[in-house]
């Protein structure tokens, strides 16, 4: 078993920044990618960010290109997401989960939510106008 906690969530500014860390515990020896993901009130889950095991690939979603950075750490077993310059448009459950496939298969980042097993409990981001 893989658990998943994120933290830094918070309320902020528009134009602030927070920066959200996912560190994962329990069987964590393998490799596999990580994604962020947000689901706002009464919308879809949707991807935000992913990173490859190798660092090498990494996706982000159109509407938060160049203002959100994803990172990890593999000896911590934390990935990281810096998000700047927010909008209230951000407002939003953020979870991190771990790609379903070790990276021995593949090295490539999936943007759907089927892709990925395991959860955290998701942290809110509030972004006030």
């Known amino acids: 078993q893989v658990q998943l906690a994120e933290s830094g969530g918070g309320l902020v500014q528009a134009g602030g920044s927070l920066r959200l860390s996912c560190a994962a515990s329990?069987?964590?020896?393998?490799?596999?990618?990580m994604g962020w993901f947000r689901q706002a009130p009464g919308k879809e889950r949707e991807f935000v960010a992913g990173i490859s095991w190798s660092g090498s690939n990494i996706r982000y979603a159109d509407s938060v290109k160049g203002r959100f950075t994803i990172s990890g750490d593999n000896a911590k077993n934390t990935v990281y997401l810096q998000m700047n310059s927010l909008k209230p448009e951000d407002t939003a459950v953020y979870y991190c989960?771990?790609?379903?496939?070790?990276?021995?298969?593949?090295?490539?980042?999936?943007?759907?939510?089927?892709?990925?097993?395991?959860w955290g409990q998701g942290t809110q981001v509030t972004v006030s106008s």
């Open positions: 329990g069987r964590t020896s393998s490799r596999y990618a």
């Open positions: 989960a771990r790609d379903r496939l070790d990276a021995y298969f593949s090295d490539n980042v999936s943007t759907s939510t089927s892709r990925y097993d395991y």
